[in-house]
């Protein structure tokens, strides 16, 4: 059973590592969660990204964070792709199943997945 | 939606946009009746707001003039013979509010529960500097979440630390795995 003994465990490693942590992101990828986005299916799309970005050992470089409603309701989940001095990549109709090419060919290899952006996908 | 628990994870979102810096949300099913209540410290509604929120017509946000979220969630109580309820207050003192909807679990348009987790989670993992209360009654027994709790053990550390939030998923699902069992 998880005890608040483990947590505490966690808290002792962490605070080791928070410095290293508060590195400035060099990529940010932001998920569409209002009803729009939550509805079509971005809860997985967001978890994925978590779970990927952290076991590959990519967030002191990536952080993932939630919004709200992008505005293009009818191409949800839509994800998009901030990088300084970069062109916005905007992913959309996502999928969990997705999520493992978009991390490997653009946030580790530097190569958006075209054929998943908002120019290539019918409404 | 699917499940009600994307309702919830989407209707606790206004909640936080309202500034809560604590919102409980409780799911408690006694015989054919699941009741599902939110309630936060947010800034509260004025009366022509709460009587206007359920209308999909009205909404706070500026991209376009559609609002759905508690009129899904009205929708889908009322499929089931239930109700939606939206009480709020904007005194200085005891301001904010409670969305309580009522769902009968019998009837045959009641969508299932769904991962109620994976919604905490993602609750967390967007807004690690708010409180949640979570509890969900099951008859006698509960599950619990508590992140003041939870914030207190951290001292500092954020909740939204993978390896923390990796510790509250696994807390909350061996919790449901105990009342399975």
């Not at chain 1, 002191?60 to 990088?83: A, K």
């Not at chain 2, 509260?44 to 017509?57: I, K, N, S």
């Not at chain 2, 009522?102 to 409180?131: R, W």
């Amino acid at each position: 059973m998880k005890s608040l003994a483990e947590l505490q465990a966690i808290r002792d490693k962490m605070q080791n590592k928070v410095a290293l942590r508060e590195g400035t992101g060099e990529k940010r990828v932001v998920v569409g969660m209002a009803t729009c986005g939550i509805a079509a299916g971005a809860r997985p799309v967001l978890g994925a990204f978590v779970e990927q970005v952290n076991e590959q050992g990519l967030a002191g470089t990536i952080t993932v964070t939630q919004t709200g409603c992008i505005g293009i309701c009818q191409y949800e989940p839509v994800v998009e792709v901030f990088e300084a001095g970069k062109e916005k990549v905007t992913y959309v109709k996502m999928t969990a199943d997705k999520v493992s090419r978009v991390v490997e060919e653009h946030l580790k290899g530097g190569k958006p997945v075209a054929e998943f952006t908002i120019g290539q996908q019918k409404a | 939606m699917k499940e009600l628990s994307l309702n919830l994870l989407d209707i606790v979102e206004n909640s936080v946009k309202a500034g809560a810096t604590l919102t409980e949300m409780l799911l408690e099913q006694v015989g054919g009746a699941l009741t599902f209540t939110v309630r936060d410290n947010g800034c509260g509604m004025d009366e022509e707001t709460v009587r206007r929120v359920t209308d999909p017509f009205y909404t706070t946000r500026t991209t376009r003039a559609v609002g759905l979220g508690l009129p899904l969630l009205k929708l889908e109580a009322e499929q089931t013979g239930g109700t939606l309820t939206v009480q709020s207050d904007t005194d200085p003192v005891h301001h904010g509010t409670t969305v309580t909807a009522v769902f009968h679990t019998d009837h045959i348009d009641c969508p299932p529960l769904g991962d109620v987790v994976a919604s905490l989670i993602t609750l967390i993992q967007g807004h690690p500097d708010t409180d949640f209360l979570f509890t969900h009654r099951l008859g006698e027994q509960e599950v619990k979440l508590d992140t003041r709790e939870l914030r207190e053990v951290l001292q500092g550390v954020p909740l939204d630390s993978y390896e923390v939030l990796q510790w509250i998923e696994g807390y909350l699902r061996e919790q449901y795995q105990s009342i399975n069992q």
